[in-house]
């Protein structure tokens, strides 16, 4: 995954608690601003070091999208498309961020990125979405879907020549199993690459659980030793 799509999660974050900050800071001193400030750039910078270190360990998974006869539909991943549903794990990128980083493809004719895509163009559009998670472009860090400022469904339009298209479903709430977000979509508007308009697909649906607290141990502790050696390290 590159680098700056992995900004985009840090940047969504720090949007959140931006505001929360300045206010805070601005009753210090100023010899007491300064020194908070320089302060709260280590942690972020520390953290955002961190986080690209992890970087290697978080997969970006394709959703693909294809036609069967006369009906737009997803051909990967297998579940999602035998079963209409999947299930995945929030993962933490951030301290106190969790998400999904997932991108858009078409399927092409010889598979395998072989060949004309199959579809032209499409519309990714939102049918129900948890209230505490939103979609977000990697490339720009747009609000796709999960807008509370609209209530309004969110879509994402795809065309052959801008299909691949990276994307993060974010939460500063951890989600549970008791309690998993839900997101729900279908292709509409389907065009296929020889002209055809495609009926709509069926509602998919991608459960979102949290991931194993194995995992998060093992990254609070490797957390833990970095900051032991760093602190050695300047002792």
């Known amino acids: 995954m590159a680098t700056e799509s992995l900004m985009t999660p840090i940047c969504w974050w720090c949007s959140l608690t931006s505001a929360r900050a300045v206010k805070v800071v601005s009753n210090f001193t100023p010899i007491g601003r300064r020194i908070s400030i320089m302060g709260m750039a280590k942690r972020i910078l520390w953290s955002a070091i961190l986080a690209l270190m992890a970087s290697a360990a978080l997969a970006h998974e394709h959703i693909v999208f294809g036609r069967n006869g006369n009906q737009a539909v997803v051909v990967e991943p297998h579940d999602l498309a035998m079963n209409l549903q999947m299930e995945r794990e929030?993962?933490?990128?951030?301290p106190g961020v969790w998400g999904y980083d997932w991108g858009t493809e078409f399927a092409t004719e010889g598979g395998h990125g072989m060949g004309e895509h199959v579809l032209h163009s499409m519309r990714l559009l939102q049918i129900e979405i948890s209230p505490q998670m939103q979609g977000i472009r990697a490339s720009d860090g747009a609000?796709?879907?999960?807008?509370?400022?609209?209530?309004?469904?969110?879509?994402?339009?795809?065309?052959h020549d801008n299909s691949h298209v990276g994307m993060y479903f974010v939460s500063n709430v951890r989600p549970s199993r008791a309690n998993p977000f839900i997101f729900r979509f279908q292709i509409v508007d389907a065009e296929a690459h020889d002209g055809t308009m495609l009926e709509d697909s069926p509602i998919y649906t991608i459960t979102f659980v949290p991931e194993p607290a194995s995992m998060v141990a093992l990254a609070a502790g490797l957390a833990i030793v970095a900051r032991r050696r760093a602190y050695k390290a300047r002792a």
């Open 90 to 94: 929030f993962e933490e990128l951030y």
């Open 143 to 159: 609000l796709i879907f999960g807008d509370p400022s609209t209530g309004a469904p969110g879509y994402l339009d795809l065309t």
